[in-house]
């Protein structure tokens, strides 16, 4: 399995895993949502997996179900995205970000205004 580090450019399989992950290195104040955009080239950004930051309650969009997993380790301020059984179709740059919202689902983040983006983004490009 391929951890990239963060901030890199990584190249990957169809059908292969990898995890990659962000430091949340600054305060966030009142943050009880962190999640995982993509932005594809061209595209807008898409929220991909959003979990409360207790870690409760991870909601995915409909096309990574039951192959991404979000996962943070709060003593690190670090976020992580397992991708598995991936697909040419992940491919994009991928965020990591934190808000305060009501609810805390990936269909919430198309709020996108209300997230702090952390990082410079991993890019991942799934070859068939």
């Known amino acids: 399995q391929v951890q990239p580090v963060e901030g890199a450019s990584v190249q990957a399989e169809a059908g292969g895993s990898l995890r990659i992950s962000c430091s949340i290195s600054?305060?966030?104040?009142?943050?009880?949502?962190m999640g995982w955009f993509r932005q594809e080239e061209g595209k807008k950004h898409e929220g991909v997996a959003a979990?409360?930051?207790?870690?409760?309650?991870?909601t995915y969009v409909d096309s990574v179900k039951g192959r991404f997993t979000i996962s943070q380790d709060n003593a690190k301020n670090v976020l992580y995205l397992q991708m598995s059984r991936l697909e040419p179709e992940d491919t994009g740059m991928y965020f990591c970000a934190t808000a305060h919202l009501p609810f805390c689902t990936v269909v919430a983040m198309s709020f996108r205004d209300q997230f702090e983006f952390w990082g410079q983004g991993t890019l991942v490009n799934v070859s068939s």
């Open positions: 600054g305060p966030t104040y009142g943050s009880n949502c």
């Open positions: 979990v409360y930051s207790n870690g409760d309650s991870a």
